[in-house]
């Protein structure tokens, strides 16, 4: 196993310990290791963000510094997915299965770090640290909490 660990995979949960999210801070969420062939990436990968590169610098942070936050992932039905397929639209890849497949079998759905995910299997990384968050609704909001420290990929705006 090639596992892309976490500044905090030895802590072995997340803390919100920011204040955007007010309502969530000091909450924990419990990171597992999880195959990378095993996630499936919510959005394609970023070369650009926000009219900057993106994709490469991640990457080249990630190969210096290593990776400072587990990626969130839900673990959801694929019914679940398909609610938010409807909701997000087009902002999402399409799902991995067939709608016709058995929609309560469940899945991990990165929903915070698709761009780390792809940059796991393109350095051969076989596992990935993953803070697993209850919902989708939650981990939207988590987002924000974990791009706080990184306003130079986010044009400083942690909230987008």
Not at 105 to 133: C, F, K, P, Q
């Amino acid at each position: 196993m090639k596992l892309l660990k976490s500044k905090i995979h030895d802590i072995g949960y997340y803390e919100v310990v920011s204040n955007l999210e007010p309502k969530f801070k000091g909450q924990k969420y419990p990171i597992k290791q999880i195959a990378v062939d095993e996630i499936w990436a919510s959005v394609p990968r970023a070369d650009i963000h926000l009219g900057k590169p993106f994709y490469t610098p991640v990457r080249e942070d990630i190969e210096k510094n290593g990776m400072h936050w587990p990626i969130m992932v839900v673990n959801c039905t694929r019914q679940e997915l398909l609610g938010q397929k409807s909701k997000w639209g087009d902002k999402i890849n399409d799902p991995p299965f067939w709608i016709g497949e058995d929609l309560a079998e469940r899945m991990y759905v990165v929903w915070g770090g698709s761009n780390r995910l792809w940059i796991a299997r393109d350095l051969g990384y076989t596992h990935i640290d993953a803070a697993v968050i209850p919902t989708f609704n939650v981990a939207h909001k988590l987002q924000k909490t974990m791009r706080e420290d990184f306003p130079h990929y986010y044009g400083g705006h942690p909230e987008r």
